[in-house]
């Protein structure tokens, strides 16, 4: 089992519409959740991270963390054509230490 | 832009050289994580240097080791290449021991011919 996983992709969505991208841990002591854009041929940029249960949003970024069921996800909403990226989910803390640990990424397409 | 430098930007090594890859910390951060990431993949973790000292290491082999300097810039060196050494390598900056807010820069693009 990886310990990072992102739902399959491509993910693609009309714009304008919310895009839902999924990502599970399995190391339960892990404390801080991350996630990255990558847009094709750069480096990740960090968009949201969360440490608590619940939501948090920043601007059309909505992240949510659920820790009994080792999940996280990231809410996308009014998706815009630029939007389109690799998105990365990242875990640190417990076993990690200060490392973080990816998924293996989801790549987003908002079309017009 | 996150005030994280790297250089060379591209790179072509042939098999069984060696290479070094530089990184400049964002300014007020003091631990350096460097990272692989093939094509396709999402980033593996090499190794954080914290103050200096080794703080953490992935699953790499020692043929991959690296500095971090007094003012925490870093370096990754790796010896003896191979083809599968080829990746996108990321550094990341943070602040403390345990900095998990990781800012990366543009990365080194290597390829292993």
């Known amino acids: 089992q990886k310990e990072v996983e992102q739902n399959s992709g491509p993910l693609s969505v009309p714009e304008g519409a919310i895009a839902s991208l999924n990502c599970t841990y399995s190391?339960?002591?892990?404390?801080?959740f991350f996630w990255y854009r990558q847009y094709s041929g750069k480096s990740p940029e960090l968009i949201m991270f969360?440490?608590?249960?619940g939501d948090k949003e920043d601007g059309r970024f909505t992240a949510q963390l659920n820790k009994a069921s080792q999940y996280v996800s990231l809410l996308i909403r009014d998706s815009q054509p630029s939007d389109s990226a690799t998105y990365l989910c990242?875990?640190?803390?417990?076993?990690?230490?200060?490392?973080?640990?990816f998924g293996q990424g989801t790549i987003l397409t908002v079309h017009p | 832009e996150t005030g994280v430098t790297q250089s060379p930007t591209h790179l072509i090594k042939t098999r069984g050289q060696q290479v070094t890859l530089r990184c400049s910390s964002q300014?007020?951060?003091?631990?350096v994580s460097w990272y692989q990431q093939a094509l396709g993949q999402g980033p593996q973790f090499i190794f954080q240097?914290?103050?200096?000292?080794?703080?953490g290491r992935g699953n790499f082999p020692p043929r991959f080791s690296g500095l971090q300097f007094p003012n925490y810039s870093s370096e990754l060196n790796v010896n003896a290449l191979e083809l599968d050494d080829s990746a996108l390598y990321l550094c990341?900056?943070?602040?403390?021991?345990?900095?998990?807010?990781?800012?990366f820069g543009p990365g080194t693009r290597l390829l292993v011919l």
């Open positions: 969360i440490y608590s249960n």
């Open positions: 300014s007020g951060h003091n631990t």
């Open positions: 990341a900056s943070s602040f403390g021991d345990r900095g998990q807010t990781q800012y």
């Open positions: 990242a875990s640190a803390g417990g076993t990690s230490y200060g490392k973080l640990t």
């Open positions: 190391d339960r002591g892990s404390q801080s």
């Open positions: 240097y914290y103050r200096e000292e080794e703080n």
